[in-house]
């Protein structure tokens, strides 16, 4: 039964691990998935601009050619003959079944009459009474080429141009027999080669309307790509699909081998937790020791509050969530030379044993520094040396203040220094919050040389300090500057609270929430009487 109750952990250990393993897996394939799917969408989308471009290029030769017939007509004024051999001569020397022809309109306006023509499509003397006439009309009231829509069975595609191209009054008319659909002459080469393409003479799919088509089946499906094209006074459509990968078989084939090579590895990590998790509980049962002989030197390094003229005094210690009971938070108040006082609180990064250990060889330190009433700056560039030349930690941050004697109207100057902790904040005797800002500097231990400065302020009877670490303001999720602005309200919210009460007043924001760090709080407050009871530093 032993052996049964050992080995039941270990198998549901090694089902969560490889069911995590698997699920990133899967997040893994599917991230590769979309990359490959990405990178063919922009390679579908560069073969199709320059799809767009053969077409452009092969749309924008319509143009010029009835403009020098525009051109003959104008120099000839308007003859005939000269016409038809600009005609001819664009016959022959433009494939595929063309007509040329010019246009007038019927006096009735309901028809065009062919006053000459080249191409077999159309004769002189012939009237266009169809669909083509609404193009013939349109072109006249624009500058630009019209087309007309594919008509008829025999599958004819005209273009008209009025004036200032044609003689005033008159159309030049261009006229293609498209016969059955076709791919276009490009198709069998790039770009055309790895693609499917159909172009339609209308701005959407139109199966009625296809120009040229590289296969039998439109409109096309699954991953498609579309490109308007710009016809004179129209719009057409292009719709382009890849035949096979663009980005080649093997990148598409990319996340299965991406899934392959996953539940491989999901296997080898079942079989890693399978054969560490024997060795789990022997290395929980250290790390619990650790840390409740920590947190017993811990409790034991945190200072009782003196008592203190004119100040009352109030602190509190709180520790974070379960496997991180221990820290190196710390405060400390005590007396320097000439009646003067000494404030800390300091954080030294880590959360074991070594930091409390480190914490109280720090607080020793600074207090010996600070004894004969050396300025604040000072007192932390000689700590910041101490630091690095003994290798006590990697990083501290601290805020060490001094609070002078009180003037004849009770208001002492507490001048500060700041190395990388968070400013304290004053709560005046009016209600109003300041941030305690100025003389800050790098933290103690960073890997530079640098001279602490510090600065000073008057704190009035009635004043009160609050100097607290980290974990006060630390919220998961949440910004450190969000966390320092709800602070300042519990802070400010009740002018009249001793030291002790505000205490309180802040620790009641935390209640409930799980603590990412351990919280060191100091309350120091100004008061106008020199019989104060001793501060409160109950650790909660």
Known sequence: MVGASRRQPLRIATLIALVVALAITGAVAWAV??????????????????????????????????????????????SVAAYQDAADAAVKITPGQNTFAWLRPQASGTGFVVVAASGGGLHAGDVITDERVQALHAAMATSVVVPTRVIGSARLLGFALGAPAAPAGTVLYRES????VAPPRQAGT??????DVVLYATPKVDANQVLVSTTKQFPLRGQTRSLPIEVGSANWLMSVRARTPLVGRLTSDAPWLALGVGVIGALLIAAVVEVSARR??????????????????????LPQLPSMPGLELAARYLASGAGQQVGGDWFDVFPITGGRVGLVVGDVIGHDLNAASEMSQIRSALRAYAVDGDAPAQVITRLDRLVDALRLTQLVTVFYGVLDTPDSSGSRVLRYTNAGHLPPMLRRADGRVDTVAGGGSAVLGAPIAIEHTESELTVGPGDLLVMFTDGLVEVPGGSLDDGLAQLADRVGQQAGQDADAMCEHVLAGVAGRTLRDDIALLAVRVTTSADVPAGRGVPA
């Open 33 to 78: 998935h979309l990359a490959v799917r990405d990178q063919e969408q922009r390679l579908l989308k560069e073969r199709t601009a320059e799809l767009g471009l053969v077409f452009n290029s092969a749309v924008a030769a319509i143009g010029p050619t009835m403009n020098e017939q525009g051109t003959v007509l104008r120099v000839t004024h308007n």
């Open 177 to 180: 027999a498209l016969g059955p």
């Open 190 to 195: 790039a770009p055309f080669s790895e693609l």
């Open 280 to 301: 789990r509980n022997a290395a929980i049962a250290l790390y619990e020791a650790e840390h409740q002989v920590a947190e017993t030197l811990q409790r034991s390094l």
